[in-house]
């Protein structure tokens, strides 16, 4: 599922941090397991497929982003921490009320304000 909710965003690099934050969110219970790998067969070649449809998404995105193809595992690096740390912080209810409840609009604001000046 998550795969799939990348890869429908994936003409748009913008969208794709705002869908990894729209998974977390809309599949709470699946995003946490995901990052838990002694609670799911790692081996489990759909699995797999699903990890490596995954991850060329963000790659993909991220490297569209870099300033440098130097600098593609770096950008790649910051872009997940970022989707994933706000993600995380959402969920966990971290973030101030100042949100204004739409973790999207959010999102996408936040990421073209840390990458914007890249592309």
Same mark, same amino acid.
């Given at each position: 599922?998550?795969?799939? @909710? +990348? =890869? #429908? *965003?994936?003409?748009?690099?913008? =969208?794709? !941090?705002?869908?990894?934050?729209?998974?977390?969110? /809309?599949? #709470?219970?699946?995003?946490?397991?995901?990052? %838990? &790998?002694?609670?799911? #067969?790692?081996?489990?070649?759909?699995?797999?497929?699903?990890?490596? #449809?995954?991850?060329?998404?963000?790659? @993909? $995105?991220?490297?569209?982003? $870099? &300033?440098?193809?130097?600098? /593609?595992? +770096? @950008? @790649?690096?910051?872009?997940?921490? +970022?989707a994933h740390g706000f993600a995380s912080l959402w969920l966990s !209810?971290? +973030?101030?009320? $100042?949100?204004?409840?739409d973790p999207e609009a959010l999102a996408r604001s936040m990421i073209r304000l840390?990458? !914007? *000046?890249? %592309?």
């Open positions: 599922m998550f795969a799939e @909710t +990348l =890869e #429908r *965003a994936a003409e748009d690099v913008w =969208e794709v !941090g705002v869908a990894y934050v729209r998974f977390a969110i /809309d599949h #709470r219970p699946y995003f946490e397991v995901m990052f %838990r &790998p002694e609670l799911y #067969r790692v081996d489990d070649p759909s699995v797999q497929s699903a990890h490596q #449809r995954a991850a060329q998404v963000l790659v @993909t $995105s991220a490297s569209s982003l $870099s &300033p440098r193809p130097a600098d /593609d595992r +770096l @950008t @790649t690096i910051a872009a997940w921490s +970022l !209810g971290a +973030l101030p009320e $100042s949100a204004d409840g840390m990458f !914007g *000046a890249l %592309r």
